[in-house]
């Protein structure tokens, strides 16, 4: 589990933008769909430290996602 004082997992993607549950399964933080529309409808993930509660949001390179203690920031896939 990451602690706030280390560096957040980067998690590269090809587009402009993840929707957040595709985000979460690409990072490996969830086993499945099933799992990430969960854990996000129970206010259990953050996109820039604010509470998201849609699975569908969009995420771009340079935001910071927490889920479960760890933090994940989105980076364009060079």
Same mark, same amino acid.
């Given at each position: 589990?990451?602690? #706030?004082?280390? #560096? #957040?997992?980067?998690? #590269? *993607?090809? @587009?402009?933008? *993840? =929707? %957040?549950? $595709? %985000?979460?399964? %690409?990072?490996?933080?969830?086993? @499945?769909? /099933?799992? /990430? =529309?969960? !854990? *996000?409808?129970?206010?259990?993930?953050?996109?820039? +430290? /604010?509470?998201?509660?849609?699975?569908? &949001? $969009? !995420? =771009?390179?340079? $935001?910071?996602?927490?889920?479960? +203690? $760890?933090? %994940?920031?989105?980076?364009?896939? &060079?």
């Amino acid at each position: 589990m990451s602690s #706030p004082l280390e #560096p #957040p997992l980067e998690v #590269p *993607i090809r @587009d402009q933008s *993840i =929707r %957040l549950g $595709q %985000l979460l399964k %690409l990072a490996g933080v969830v086993d @499945d769909g /099933a799992m /990430a =529309r969960s !854990v *996000i409808e129970l206010g259990e993930v953050t996109v820039d +430290g /604010a509470v998201e509660v849609r699975r569908g &949001a $969009q !995420v =771009r390179p340079g $935001q910071t996602v927490g889920y479960a +203690g $760890q933090r %994940l920031t989105v980076v364009t896939d &060079a």
